[in-house]
């Protein structure tokens, strides 16, 4: 499964970093659970979650995919798709002024991934084969 791994090294970085960004926040406005009421550390807090809720199951579904043979240009498709949609989403949301398109260019981009993704392991599991 190297294309996962691949993938799964690229944005574990990436979730260290917004879980970094979490923490120093949190020291910042000292509150200790919750958000306190401070704006940045919600909005980083959200942007942290969203993170950890979508990655997880792409990652699956992609380590599946690959397990039952998708090939790899699709996998890749979804890895970069899944990449590109987690820094869109993060770096839109986590602006003071959230930047709108951006989140939401994320969101679809994470969705196409998610789709993709369950859509490989659907045509896996039946035995059907897609080529490129």
Do not use: W
Request: glycine fraction near 10%; include cysteine; aromatic fraction near 6%.
């Amino acid at each position: 499964m190297q294309i996962t791994a691949l993938y799964a090294g690229l944005l574990a970085p990436l979730f260290i970093f917004l879980s970094i960004r979490v923490i120093g926040q949190r020291r910042a406005a000292r509150v200790a659970v919750g958000h306190g009421d401070d704006n940045l550390l919600l909005r980083r807090m959200r942007v942290h979650a969203n993170f950890a809720e979508y990655v997880p199951l792409v990652l699956v579904l992609m380590a599946l995919a690959e397990n039952l043979r998708a090939t790899p240009i699709l996998l890749h498709a979804v890895g970069i798709l899944l990449l590109a949609g987690r820094v869109l989403h993060a770096y839109g949301v986590s602006q003071p002024k959230e930047n709108l398109n951006l989140r939401v260019a994320g969101m679809a981009m994470t969705f196409t991934a998610l789709g993709i993704g369950a859509g490989l392991c659907l045509l896996g599991a039946f035995g059907i084969s897609v080529r490129f």
